[in-house]
């Protein structure tokens, strides 16, 4: 039981590029999350999907699109990476709504 | 707007000591409470969640309470170990908003050998 599972775990973009994180997990689990983590400012929102083929907007979802097509893949998705999109990505799982989060180990990326 | 904060930012202790991570919130309406730890680097582990039913709930070394009237919520750790060293997150589930956890920006606690 691998529970969440990002790829990848590393990456460093230049300005401009796109790319995709994927978000994986075996647990069955209907809630999917994508947060960013910054010095200083903690965990933010920035998309989350309540069930397969569900999304929705979190507190900072400009730059980003994701989709669901699977139960158990969350997709996060930089159309075009800029500086200020360097952080550190997480995802999260939870089974039903107010049981509680799983994450996964987090994926770093670097926009220069 | 719940707002989520975690006092001290940072704590050093001896190994063994007993010690006390406070989370507090604004707004008592809260559905749910769930402390984290993250290691350096890595992602964060869930230690416990307690529903807004719910006074406390324990893990080995670890017992977290809630008190929602005073909208506080904390870690208590017994017997301390090196290996506890970490950041130490709470967040809290906003019952105005009830997809969204509101996050602390976590107490670093280092426990010296």
């Known amino acids: 039981n691998a529970g969440v599972t990002q790829t990848p775990k590393f990456r460093v973009l230049k300005t401009g590029q796109s790319m995709t994180l994927l978000c994986a997990q075996d647990?069955?689990?209907?809630?999917m999350y994508w947060y960013r983590q910054d010095p200083g400012m903690g965990l933010r929102l920035i998309h989350y999907s309540v069930g397969e083929g569900t999304t929705a907007k979190g507190e900072v979802p400009d730059g980003y699109n994701v989709s669901r097509l699977k139960k158990q893949n969350f997709l996060l998705g930089l159309e075009s990476a800029a500086p200020s999109q360097t952080s550190v990505y997480f995802c999260?799982?939870?089974?039903?709504?107010?049981?509680?989060?799983?994450f996964g180990s987090g994926t770093r990326l670097t926009v220069v | 707007k719940q707002e989520v904060t975690q006092i001290p930012a940072a704590l050093s202790v001896p190994e063994g000591e007993n010690l006390v991570l406070n989370c507090s919130f604004t707004d008592s309406a809260i559905y749910n409470l769930q402390w984290f730890r993250q290691d350096p680097g890595k992602g964060l582990t869930s230690l416990l969640l307690?529903?807004?039913s719910q006074r406390e709930q324990t893990s080995g070394r670890l017992n977290a309470s809630l008190d929602k009237s005073s909208g506080r919520s904390t870690l208590y750790i017994a017997a301390s170990q090196p290996g506890d060293s970490a950041t130490y997150l709470c967040?809290?589930?906003?019952?105005?908003?009830?997809?969204?956890?509101?996050w602390g920006l976590g107490t670093s606690l280092a426990v010296n050998p």
């Open positions: 967040a809290g589930r906003d019952a105005g908003n009830n997809r969204k956890l509101i």
């Open positions: 999260a799982s939870e089974i039903r709504w107010n049981y509680g989060y799983t």
């Open positions: 647990m069955n689990h209907e809630y």
């Open positions: 307690i529903q807004s």
